[in-house]
């Protein structure tokens, strides 16, 4: 049970340095004023958000069936989102509330929308592939059935 936990901390803590590294660069590498840019960092640290998702989805639907790895990764989300929305801007300096109400949901749905759109691939790439969990089993069933030797029938 502790490496369960254990591996769903990494992933949290993983997610959550992506953001927090994406806050770094917008806060010392560009101006205050300069939007485009943080647009810029905020896209890229989507699409590195839904890149690792993607990988941990295919790496984790090889070993094991979609009801125990999309619990252990939706928690992971979720305490990654939590430290995103909450302590990632405490970290840069800012209020998680500053920008108001619209603000601070619109960064939930965005970030809610990448990792489903990150797992999504991840397990459709791997489904398509035939390398799921489920495949696997299924194969390995109809090799067992196939090679069972006939039965003899006495005359």
Known sequence: ??????????????????????????????????????????????????????AVAFVWGRRRPVAAWGADLAAAVGIALLLTVLVGPLLVGQNPFGGGAGTFFAQIWLYLAATGVGVLLGYLLLTALGLDYRSQSLKRYAELRATKPRRVVRR
Do not use: H, K, Q, Y
Request: charged share 20%.
């Open 1 to 54: 049970m502790s490496e369960r936990w254990r591996a769903i901390g990494v992933l949290a803590v993983a997610l959550f340095a992506v953001n927090v590294v994406a806050r770094l660069v917008t806060r010392f590498g560009f101006d205050g004023d300069d939007t485009t840019a943080a647009d810029r960092v905020s896209l890229g640290m989507f699409v590195v958000i839904g890149l690792v998702l993607a």
